[in-house]
């Protein structure tokens, strides 16, 4: 930093904010710190009083916050994502599209390691909708060594560090289990709650079967609706250890291979989640996806509706924040669960 005359200035970067004031009409901030002063700005200067500045001096090797920031956003930067205007060295990425926003967590955290910049996003792994903010870049300084935004990039690799899927499975069945509801002895309950979450994603439910608790009566169920080729299948109820609830047994005959059954998350210990050969995937939704606002369903179903195939390493992961507070007030997912 150093004093020089205002009219040498053009070129340099401004040091701090320049308050102007037009007595009735205007007071305010006229140049923010780490503007580059051109040769317009001279007059506007002097008119203020400003007959010194202080000022970054760019030296080569050196890079101002604006351009850095600019080579940082292309660090992060995938299809689908829209850049702001840069402003005090920041820029911001938004969704151009509702989809599945995901995080490379072990690149993002070598890049913030590197001193005087960093990379700021929302959770991985979750639903965000068209124009959500997705992240923000900036350097610290006013002006950062070109080296350091070469270690950036060499940290970060090729690949943006951040990526927005779109929705891929447009169709569902339903296979509702319990004796009772095939009776019609207590209304179905889950069909309304299932219908509404799937629209949220853009996934229509094409089929929905009551074929109560038989074993066999729920593998044909299930086998029904494979024939109808949907892009997911979910069956309700039965999910727990009890003798009589043979959910999971009737979806294992069916050939699925099973990836999980039960999960570090309370509510939605009991979910199985299955895949068939084609890749269709086959979930057991336990009874709390019923009635609680937020499930493990609620953290795994922007994933599935984006076409992702989840692993058991991904449910291992979902302890920390697995565990629903229970809050008076639900609001999810403005909340700690499943971050």
């Known amino acids: 930093m150093k004093q020089i005359p205002t009219t040498q200035a053009v070129g340099h970067v401004l040091c701090h904010d320049l308050t102007q004031i037009i007595p009735g009409v205007y007071k305010g901030a006229r140049f923010r710190k780490g503007h580059v002063v051109t040769e317009e700005d001279v007059p506007v200067l002097l008119s203020m009083g400003k007959e010194h500045l202080y000022v970054w001096e760019l030296e080569p090797g050196m890079l101002h916050e604006d351009e850095a920031a600019a080579r940082?956003?292309?660090l992060c930067r995938g299809p689908g994502m829209a850049e702001s205007e840069v402003r005090e060295g920041k820029i911001e990425l938004r969704a151009e599209y509702d989809g599945l926003f995901r995080v490379d967590t072990e690149r993002l955290n070598a890049?913030?390691?590197i001193d005087e910049l960093m990379?700021?996003?929302?959770?991985g792994n979750t639903a965000?909708?068209?124009g959500d903010k997705l992240?923000?870049?900036?350097v610290i300084p006013l002006v950062i060594r070109a080296e350091k935004l070469l270690a950036a990039e060499a940290a970060a690799g090729e690949r943006p560090l951040l990526e927005l899927l779109p929705y891929r499975l447009k169709t569902a069945a339903l296979v509702t289990t319990g004796s009772e509801v095939a009776k019609g002895l207590i209304e179905d309950h889950f069909t309304p709650v299932l219908t509404e979450k799937l629209a949220a994603f853009g996934i229509g439910v094409i089929h929905n079967s009551r074929p109560g608790d038989a074993p066999e009566a729920v593998r044909a169920a299930i086998e029904e609706a494979r024939s109808l080729k949907p892009d997911l299948i979910l069956c309700t109820g039965g999910m727990s250890v009890d003798p009589d609830d043979n959910t999971p047994g009737a979806?294992?005959?069916t050939g699925a291979r099973i990836v999980s059954y039960g999960a570090p998350v309370l509510p939605g210990a009991m979910l199985l989640l299955g895949y068939y050969e084609d890749r269709t995937p086959i979930l057991g939704l336990p009874g709390c996806v019923m009635y609680a606002k937020a499930t493990v369903f609620d953290l795994i179903l922007p994933r599935i509706?984006?076409?992702?195939?989840?692993t058991k390493g991904d449910f291992v992961q979902m302890g920390e924040g697995g565990l629903c507070l229970g809050c008076p007030e639900c609001r999810y997912p403005i909340c700690p669960f499943g971050g």
Request: contains cysteine; hydrophobic residues 50%; positive net charge.
């Open 251 to 253: 979806i294992k005959a």
């Open 128 to 130: 965000v909708k068209v």
């Open 111 to 113: 890049v913030n390691a």
């Open 72 to 74: 940082m956003v292309r």
């Open 119 to 123: 990379i700021a996003t929302r959770r």
């Open 135 to 138: 992240c923000g870049t900036r």
């Open 305 to 310: 509706a984006a076409g992702v195939e989840l």
